[in-house]
């Protein structure tokens, strides 16, 4: 697949997810502490989607796929156990124009998963040819440098950023990012050096 990578907004994101097991629990789940807005319907579920449910993370619906579900989905999961169903969803999702990930035939979806590492506004995605092993073990070596460090790092620049442009000030802003996050960036922050860099700034 020839990806261009996008960082969508998942507040109040519209979402459907077809499929009650597993993976569809992992999806629903993942999306759904994005803060979409996640539908989920499942001939069958599993006690874990129930317990989404029952949670209030997302709503379930137990019965066959139909394609009046798609409704006002933005994205569309098919992640049932059913290919013949899967490609349904992906064909109704691709006519009205849907992003779909299929989950047992990826490459006649439009969209796919990144293994995602978190911290703070530090958000890094990674594909890896869907050879999800792989995406995850880069993941995990980009996360164990990327920590918390820069997750408070990035706190603090984004504040200082605000209260610059609040106060109109958009050039004193721009010279301190130019100043501050150059070549030595990511020294500074892995040095705990930061600060002293931005003092003159605050």
Same mark, same amino acid.
């Given at each position: 697949?020839?990806?261009?990578?996008?960082? !969508? &907004?998942?507040?109040?994101?519209? =979402?459907? =997810?077809?499929?009650?097991?597993?993976?569809?629990? $992992?999806?629903?789940?993942?999306?759904?502490?994005?803060?979409?807005?996640? #539908?989920? !319907?499942?001939?069958?579920?599993?006690?874990?989607? $129930?317990?989404?449910?029952?949670?209030? /993370?997302?709503?379930?619906?137990? %019965?066959?796929?139909?394609? +009046?579900?798609?409704?006002?989905?933005?994205?569309?999961?098919?992640?049932?156990?059913? +290919?013949?169903?899967?490609?349904?969803?992906? &064909?109704?999702? *691709? $006519?009205?124009? #849907?992003?779909?990930?299929?989950?047992?035939?990826?490459?006649? @979806?439009?969209?796919?998963?990144?293994?995602?590492? #978190?911290? @703070?506004?530090? =958000? !890094?995605?990674?594909?890896?040819?869907?050879?999800?092993?792989?995406?995850?073990?880069? $993941?995990?070596?980009?996360?164990? *440098?990327?920590?918390? %460090?820069?997750?408070?790092?990035?706190?603090?620049? @984004?504040?200082? *950023? +605000?209260?610059?442009?609040? *106060?109109?000030?958009?050039?004193?802003? /721009?010279?301190?990012?130019?100043?501050?996050?150059? &070549? #030595?960036?990511?020294?500074? =922050?892995?040095?705990?050096?930061l600060d002293d860099r931005v003092a003159t700034w605050r």
């Open positions: 697949m020839s990806g261009v990578p996008l960082l !969508v &907004e998942g507040a109040a994101l519209p =979402v459907l =997810v077809v499929g009650g097991g597993a993976v569809a629990v $992992r999806k629903a789940g993942t999306l759904a502490a994005s803060g979409a807005l996640v #539908r989920v !319907v499942a001939r069958s579920a599993t006690p874990e989607m $129930r317990a989404l449910a029952d949670a209030g /993370r997302v709503t379930l619906d137990e %019965r066959a796929y139909e394609t +009046r579900d798609i409704g006002d989905a933005v994205l569309v999961v098919a992640a049932t156990d059913d +290919r013949a169903t899967n490609a349904a969803v992906a &064909e109704d999702a *691709r $006519r009205l124009h #849907r992003l779909v990930n299929v989950a047992d035939a990826p490459e006649t @979806g439009t969209f796919a998963n990144m293994a995602t590492h #978190r911290s @703070g506004h530090l =958000v !890094v995605g990674v594909s890896a040819g869907g050879v999800p092993g792989a995406a995850a073990r880069i $993941r995990d070596a980009i996360a164990a *440098r990327f920590d918390s %460090r820069y997750a408070a790092a990035l706190e603090l620049l @984004g504040a200082l *950023r +605000r209260s610059h442009l609040a *106060r109109g000030d958009g050039g004193s802003w /721009r010279a301190l990012a130019s100043s501050t996050v150059d &070549e #030595r960036f990511c020294e500074s =922050v892995e040095q705990g050096t």
